[in-house]
């Protein structure tokens, strides 16, 4: 079967840096997408994944590993606006995105 | 105005109505979804339609029946539903999914409670 592992939930300080993970599973791969989700709101785009790296985007970044089937999301200079749900999702084969359940950040002053 | 725009934000209904939420996308994207998310739970993909056309059906029970006019608009009727389908509903759009990098834009969904 097709899987997305993410952590449940992470807390953090704010201005320190925090690593979000991501492992998968799918039936052929691509690219992988990275989304923030406030709460009551909609989900909204950060990042997208098909090669190997660091892909760097201001104070966020995505890592990729193909081999490892893992990605990681890495959030510096973290700030209270912050606080959200991060959302994994692969495209497999068919180019249908499978979703992993969510990571809730919580950030502390 | 908004990219992808979802009515209504918030629906109670009871488990013999009928209502429909409506989603219209001004993006001029070919591909729209509806999508449920349940707490704690992944995305779960429930409909997609291409160029207007319906492209996926993940065995979605019969009493969530989607329509897609346009490549504008898409509909979600509902008819007897269960307390379990109590959810959010979130509707997105994209430009043709078969190309991986492009991202799916999201409404800011409907909660539904089912009474």
């Known amino acids: 079967g097709q899987n997305i592992d993410q952590p449940t939930e992470m807390t953090a300080t704010e201005g320190a840096i925090v690593q979000i993970n991501c492992t998968y599973q799918?039936?052929?791969?691509?690219?992988l997408f990275w989304y923030q989700q406030h709460a009551g709101e909609a989900p909204t785009f950060l990042s997208y994944?098909?090669l190997d790296g660091l892909e760097e985007k201001g104070r966020f970044s995505s890592f990729l590993s193909r081999s490892k089937g893992y990605s990681y999301l890495l959030l510096k200079e973290l700030q209270m606006k912050d606080s959200a749900s991060y959302l994994c999702?692969?495209?497999?084969?068919?180019?249908?995105?499978?979703w992993g359940a969510g990571t809730k950040l919580i950030i502390k002053p | 105005e908004t990219g992808v725009t979802q009515t209504p934000r918030h629906l109670v209904m009871g488990m013999t109505n009928k209502k429909s939420l409506k989603c219209e996308q001004h993006?001029?994207?070919?591909?729209m979804y509806w999508y449920k998310q349940s707490a704690k739970k992944p995305l779960e993909l429930m409909f997609v339609?291409?160029?207007?056309?319906?492209?996926e059906n993940n065995s979605v029970p019969s009493r969530f029946s989607p329509e897609c006019p346009n490549s504008s608009h898409l509909f979600l009727h509902l008819h007897t539903l269960q307390p379990e389908d109590s959810a959010l509903y979130l509707c997105?759009?994209?430009?043709?999914?078969?190309?991986?990098?492009?991202?799916?834009?999201f409404g800011q969904g409907t909660r539904l409670t089912v009474v």
């Open positions: 993006l001029g994207h070919n591909a």
């Open positions: 994944n098909v």
């Open positions: 997105a759009s994209s430009q043709d999914p078969s190309s991986g990098v492009n991202e799916a834009f």
């Open positions: 799918t039936s052929g791969f691509n690219g």
């Open positions: 339609y291409s160029l207007e056309e319906r492209v």
């Open positions: 999702a692969v495209k497999d084969s068919n180019y249908q995105l499978i």
